[in-house]
C-alpha cells in the first residue's frame, strides 16, 4: 500500500495485513503527537488506539477526500481536542468544589475566633439548669388533686 494511498483510490478494500502495517507504523508516531498535546501517556495511547479502531470499523462508511493516515491523525487530534476539554471541565468542578470547602472552612474558622468558649459555656449550663429545675419541679410539685385535699 502507497504511503499516500487516498480512500477514493482505495475503494474502501484495505486489506487487514494493510491496516496491520498501517498501525505498526503510525500507531508509535501519533502516540507522540498525542502525549505532545494533552501530557498524558495512558490517554494518548488510548486515544491512538481508538482512533484506528474507528477507522477499521467504519471504513466501509466513511467518505475520505484525504490519505488514511491524514484522516486518523485528525481523528487523533479531536479525541485529544474532546479529552483536554472534559480535563477542564473536571478541574472546574474540582476548583468549585475546592472553593466551596474553602469558604465553608474559613466561615467555621471565623465563628470559632469569634466564639467566647465560657460564655457558650455558661449559657449552656445555664439552658441545662433550668431545663432540670422545670423537670424537677414538674414532679415534685402537687397535682391539683393534691392541693384540694389540704
Known amino acids: 500500500m502507497n504511503q499516500s494511498t487516498r480512500m477514493s483510490e482505495l475503494d474502501k478494500h484495505i486489506t487487514l495485513e494493510d491496516f496491520e502495517r498501517l498501525y505498526s507504523e503510525y500507531k508509535p508516531r501519533f502516540i507522540i503527537i498525542a502525549r505532545s498535546y494533552i501530557r498524558n501517556n495512558m490517554a494518548a495511547e488510548d486515544i491512538v488506539t481508538d482512533s484506528f479502531l474507528y477507522f477499521w470499523e467504519n471504513k466501509d462508511k466513511l467518505n475520505i477526500t484525504t490519505t488514511i493516515q491524514a484522516y486518523i491523525l485528525g481523528s487523533v487530534k479531536h479525541g485529544c481536542l474532546e479529552w483536554l476539554r472534559n480535563q477542564k471541565n473536571r478541574l472546574k ?7 466551596t470547602a474553602y469558604r465553608s472552612i474559613k466561615a467555621k474558622i471565623t465563628v470559632l ?11 449552656e449550663i445555664k439552658s441545662i439548669i433550668e431545663s432540670q429545675i422545670n423537670n424537677c419541679l414538674l414532679y415534685t410539685s402537687p397535682s391539683p388533686r393534691d392541693r384540694t385535699r389540704s
Open 93 to 99: 468542578i474540582q476548583q468549585q468544589i475546592h472553593t
Open 113 to 123: 475566633e469569634s466564639t467566647n468558649p465560657e460564655a457558650s459555656f455558661t449559657a
